[in-house]
C-alpha cells in the first residue's frame, strides 16, 4: 500500500502535551511508479477515489472515463484491492480537506 512518495512528519508540542504544530516535508517520489506499476501495484490512491468516488456530473465535467481506459491506472493490472473501498475512502479525503479548512471550490480545483 505504497503512497508513492517519502514523506517526514514533524509535529510540535505544547508545555501540556497537546499538539501545537507541525508540517509534512515530501523528500522522495518514486517517479518510475507513477508512470508504470508492478503486477498487482497500483498508482497514486486519489486517482482510484476519483474514479470511484465521484457522481455522474462531476465525472463529467473532469473528463473521468471508466477506470481501464486510464492508462496510467491499468499498468499493473489492478484497479480493484480486496479491503480497499475507494469511494468510501474518497468521502474521507473530503471529510479530511474540510477539516483542514479547505472550502469546496479549493477542493474541487
Not at 505544547?14 to 506499476?37: D, I, W
Not at 497500483?42 to 492508462?71: A, N, P, W
Request: with cysteine; net charge negative; charged share 20%.
Amino acid at each position: 500500500n505504497s503512497s508513492r512518495f517519502g514523506k517526514y512528519v514533524e509535529m510540535q508540542f505544547g508545555a501540556g502535551g497537546q499538539p501545537e504544530g507541525g508540517k509534512v516535508s515530501n523528500f522522495l517520489l518514486e517517479k518510475s511508479r507513477v508512470t508504470s506499476q508492478n503486477p498487482g501495484e497500483r498508482s497514486f490512491h486519489i486517482f482510484y477515489q476519483l474514479c470511484c468516488g465521484t457522481d455522474q456530473q462531476t465525472k463529467r465535467e473532469l473528463g473521468l472515463v471508466q477506470m481501464e481506459l486510464f492508462l496510467y491506472l491499468s499498468g499493473g493490472g489492478s484497479h480493484k484491492v480486496e479491503g480497499i473501498n475507494d469511494a468510501h475512502d474518497f468521502n474521507e479525503t473530503l471529510k479530511a480537506m474540510s477539516v483542514m479548512g479547505l472550502g469546496e471550490k479549493q477542493q474541487s480545483d
